[in-house]
């Protein structure tokens, strides 16, 4: 046989689908089974299963398939909800009961501690737990004017592309716009603009939720008509953004072509916690996406800091106040500090609204040089911090030097939070105390947690 032909032959052997046990879930929800002695990584199959599946990457270290056929399901394996999953990027979890999908986000942060940080925490947290379904109240949304299909697509990325999945409805978004993807999508077919329209930004109160939408072009008279309509009809708080984050408007405030007006009164985005706090934020502010998990997650980082009457507490990376407002009701004194100066104003005005005096908020580059800044001098009782997805490493000395007895340390990504515990517990005299996670995104691989660490 020539090498041609048994390199043609090869390659079509390669496409024939096998069988394989799945061992083990990597951390972008994919079954993990060995064949020929290498690892596949294997889309749609679970721990413990038997499948039949093919090929869709072949690389050194590892090889890629998707699942063809389930054989033996394991005991935790459900239908899922969505008709989409499999095909849209917003869910990776759906086919796994979502008690299994803690356990195994609980395993995830543990491997991290003890593979990254070389740290094991003296006790694991109880998860905490809340609704599965019509949880998401923040979302960026994909618009695509589709010409072949003469209609406009709403909806997240497709799970293997770059195109947005045809989406009808999301089970995971809040049921106030995850209800209406189909109507939004069909309303902007109508626009004049419609592509020139390529995301919707989704954020929501308690009361009310808003879309701002981004336009590459401005909006005729009959569109911006159209678009208080449809806002009116289903009770949205409508926005546009016709530039960077800054330039986001509420609708009524322009005509066309985007001119400014005077600001009309509109509808006010908030959320309560718990002993009748109520915070106000703007649409392109950041709030935690789960509006139970986040009440429950205020509560419990309260708890863990074991606050005094008359102790000092500083909160890193505090947003608009979402746990500064809560601990000062528990402590003597609360500083907040963020990047985000706009946040930091709202913080103050949430402040002034709940009539809390005894917390005070300061903006800040926290990844920056922090020699001389007002709020860094003095020592601090506890620390909270909530950093981004980088985590805070540049932090680590600093917190070492303010000399607080308890720090708790709220994360959305276990690599970053078991990186800079373990600086916290090998350099600077910490030890782990607890760690746990939240399910704050029930369905996707995302792994919200919080440690407290003690002197």
């Not at 649409?283 to 509006?291: E, V």
């Not at 706009?342 to 009539?355: C, H, I, K, P, Y």
Request: charged share 25%.
């Amino acid at each position: 046989m020539s090498g041609s032909a048994a390199k043609k032959r090869q390659a079509l052997a390669a496409m024939e689908p096998f069988i394989v046990r799945i061992e083990d879930l990597t951390h972008e929800g994919h079954g993990v089974a060995r064949r020929e002695g290498k690892a596949v990584f294997v889309e749609g199959a679970l721990p413990g299963e038997e499948v039949r599946c093919a090929y869709t990457a072949r690389r050194g270290r590892h090889d890629e398939a998707r699942t063809l056929e389930v054989l033996a399901p394991a005991p935790e394996r459900v239908e899922p909800r969505c008709p989409h999953f499999g095909i849209c990027g917003g869910c990776a979890l759906q086919h796994l009961d979502p008690t299994a999908q803690l356990a195994r986000k609980q395993r995830w942060l543990l491997d991290s501690l003890t593979h990254i940080g070389k740290v094991q925490p003296e006790r694991v947290l109880e998860p905490l737990t809340g609704p599965v379904w019509g949880y998401r109240r923040r979302a960026r949304l994909g618009v695509k004017y589709v010409t072949k299909k003469g209609r406009v697509l709403v909806g997240f990325r497709e799970r293997r592309g770059p195109y947005l999945a045809d989406l009808r409805r999301c089970e995971i978004l809040d049921e106030r716009v995850g209800g209406l993807l189909e109507e939004l999508a069909r309303m902007i077919e109508t626009l004049s603009i419609r592509d020139r329209l390529p995301q919707i930004e989704v954020a929501g109160g308690d009361a009310v939720m808003s879309l701002s939408l981004r336009v590459l072009a401005p909006p005729s008279e009959a569109d911006l008509a159209q678009l208080r309509s449809f806002g009116e009809r289903h009770g949205l708080a409508l926005y546009l953004q016709p530039g960077g984050p800054d330039s986001v408007r509420a609708l009524q405030d322009f005509s066309s072509p985007l001119a400014p007006l005077r600001p009309k009164e509109r509808a006010v985005l908030s959320y309560r916690l718990a002993d009748g706090l109520e915070l106000e934020f703007q649409p392109q502010h950041f709030i935690q996406i789960n509006a139970a998990l986040n009440r429950a997650l205020v509560e419990r980082t309260g708890e863990l800091l074991e606050i005094g009457p008359e102790d000092r507490v500083l909160d890193l990376f505090c947003g608009l106040g979402n746990f500064t407002l809560a601990l000062a009701r528990r402590a003597r004194e609360v500083v907040g500090v963020e990047g985000d100066a706009s946040l930091v104003e709202s913080a103050g005005r949430n402040a002034a609204r709940n009539g809390i005096a005894n917390a005070a908020f300061y903006a800040a580059d926290l990844a920056g040089d922090l020699t001389g800044q007002p709020w860094i001098q003095g020592g601090y009782d506890r620390i909270l911090l909530d950093p981004p997805r980088s985590g805070a490493l540049e932090l680590m000395p600093w917190l070492a030097t303010l000399g607080a007895r308890r720090i708790v340390y709220v994360s959305c990504h276990p690599a970053t939070l078991a990186r800079d515990v373990g600086e916290l517990t090998q350099r600077f005299g910490y030890r782990l105390l607890g760690a746990g996670v939240l399910d704050m995104f029930p369905h996707t691989t995302h792994v919200e947690s919080v440690a407290v660490l003690a002197r």
